[in-house]
């Protein structure tokens, strides 16, 4: 029932174009991630951000940026994809530190 | 970053078996947190441990925070179809208390 929302659910785009993972919440929630995640394996956390302009690198490096100028949305943008960029991205947002509320994900695909 | 190892990587089980799984590290930590994430959806939190030797129930899930605080367990009791998911334990690291997955537990339930 968590009200964190991605868009688009599936992506398949060429390589060479820019694109942006959309992901709102309307919790209200100061900290917001960004995480990586191959089908069936661990998540990685590429970003995350703990309030409006703040914003910090997660611990896989990634090409990607994220921007947060208002508590409810981060998005994380692509400037060049690539093929080594297919992969799903989820975004979860969260009041403290433990219960992270996660969207249902954007599956990338770069041909 | 931290490495958390989790087993068995997959289990297939009948409908009504119970089901025990673990997560360790060679690191201590002081939270464990367990997730599980339904296929195509983003992760749930199940259960948060926040001190050694604790034990915690949610439902047919109960969960342990290892005395060394260098693993934790998850077990599920009478399984059913809708178990069948991805389990991922969780702990914070860093300065920033960013959470690092684990690399999963792979769940069949078996009708």
């Known amino acids: 029932e968590a009200d964190i929302y991605q868009t688009p659910r599936y992506l398949v785009i060429g390589t060479g174009k820019k694109i942006t993972l959309e992901c709102s919440q309307t919790m209200g929630h100061d900290k917001m991630y960004w995480y990586q995640q191959d089908p069936g394996m661990e998540l990685h956390l590429i970003h995350y951000?703990?309030?409006?302009?703040?914003?910090e690198k997660g611990d896989l490096s990634s090409e990607s940026t994220v921007s947060r100028i208002r508590t409810e949305h981060f998005p994380l943008t692509l400037e060049s994809a690539r093929p080594s960029h297919t992969s799903q991205y989820l975004c979860?947002?969260?009041?403290?530190?433990?219960?992270?509320?996660f969207g249902s994900g954007t599956q990338l695909s770069v041909l | 970053g931290q490495q958390l190892n989790q087993s068995p990587q997959s289990m297939f089980i009948q409908e009504g078996e119970d089901v025990s799984m673990n997560c360790t590290s060679s690191s201590i930590f002081n939270t464990w947190l367990w997730y599980k994430q339904d296929p195509g959806e983003g992760p749930v939190l199940l259960i948060a441990?926040?001190?050694?030797?604790e034990l915690t129930s949610n439902g047919r899930l109960t969960a342990q925070f290892g005395i060394t605080r260098k693993d934790s367990f998850l077990n599920i009791s009478a399984s059913i179809p809708s178990d069948v998911g991805i389990y991922f334990c969780a702990v914070q690291s860093g300065s920033a208390r960013q959470l690092t997955f684990g690399s999963g537990t792979q769940l069949t339930v078996l009708p």
């Open positions: 951000s703990y309030g409006v302009n703040s914003t």
């Open positions: 441990l926040y001190k050694a030797g």
């Open positions: 979860a947002s969260s009041a403290g530190y433990e219960k992270l509320f």
